[in-house]
């Protein structure tokens, strides 16, 4: 009997934290930090949505949101604030809209087919090696769930300067309101 309600413990407080936005690391709210100077990042190989090679980071302005496709809240939330912010922009043509899947499940086939809402968001995907690089340059934390379907990861979204280098990082990016996106986005652009 013992080991039946250990599990039924075990299930009651991942439900829980998943049903509390528990699946982000680290668990916090909304906040920032600034690199000055702005902080290099390796420089790897992905493949975008279009499987096509691509170098990262990109020259040119870049919002890099750091998730992946089975997201259940997080990455869609943003994702939906974000074009709003970005049309409000006049949607500038050098700025960059990317989701860096941190999903190894994630194929260029699964990230065009959750992107065709998103356009002109441009999924990326890798070896695993090379996203957790970037990952790890970005001090962003993933992991695969108990269970294995989600993806602990944390709630942030990286801003890069036109040469491609780290200036600001964003957490608890999820409950950021499109005007408050707006904001963030039209430092880059200045």
């Known amino acids: 009997?013992?080991?039946?309600?250990?599990?039924?413990?075990l299930f009651l407080c991942v439900g829980w934290a998943w049903a509390h936005g528990g699946h982000y690391l680290p668990a916090t709210g909304p906040g920032?930090?600034?690199?000055?100077?702005?902080?290099?990042?390796?420089?790897?190989?992905?493949?975008?949505h279009e499987n096509?090679?691509?170098?990262?980071?990109?020259?040119?302005?870049?919002?890099?949101?750091?998730?992946?496709?089975?997201?259940?809240?997080?990455?869609?939330?943003?994702?939906?604030?974000?074009?709003p912010a970005y049309e409000a922009l006049g949607s500038p043509a050098n700025l960059h809209l990317m989701l860096?899947?941190?999903?190894?499940?994630?194929t260029p086939q699964t990230l065009q087919k959750y992107l065709r809402g998103?356009?002109?968001?441009?999924?990326?995907?890798?070896?695993?090696?090379?996203?957790?690089?970037?990952?790890?340059?970005?001090?962003?934390?993933?992991n695969l769930a108990p269970g294995g379907r989600l993806v602990f990861h944390t709630d942030?979204?990286?801003?890069?300067?036109?040469?491609?280098?780290?200036?600001?990082?964003?957490y608890g990016v999820s409950r950021l309101s499109t005007a408050k996106l707006k904001d963030e986005v039209s430092r880059l652009l200045r």
């Open 32 to 48: 920032a930090t600034d690199f000055k100077p702005a902080r290099a990042f390796p420089s790897v190989e992905l493949r975008t």
């Open 118 to 142: 998103f356009s002109p968001v441009q999924g990326l995907t890798g070896k695993p090696e090379a996203i957790r690089q970037i990952a790890e340059a970005a001090k962003v934390e993933y």
């Open 100 to 106: 860096l899947s941190v999903d190894e499940r994630d």
């Open 1 to 9: 009997m013992k080991p039946l309600l250990q599990k039924l413990f």
């Open 156 to 170: 942030a979204m990286a801003l890069l300067d036109a040469e491609g280098r780290l200036v600001r990082m964003l």
């Open 52 to 83: 096509k090679a691509l170098v990262f980071p990109p020259k040119g302005p870049a919002v890099v949101l750091f998730g992946y496709t089975q997201c259940p809240d997080a990455c869609p939330l943003t994702l939906g604030r974000l074009l």
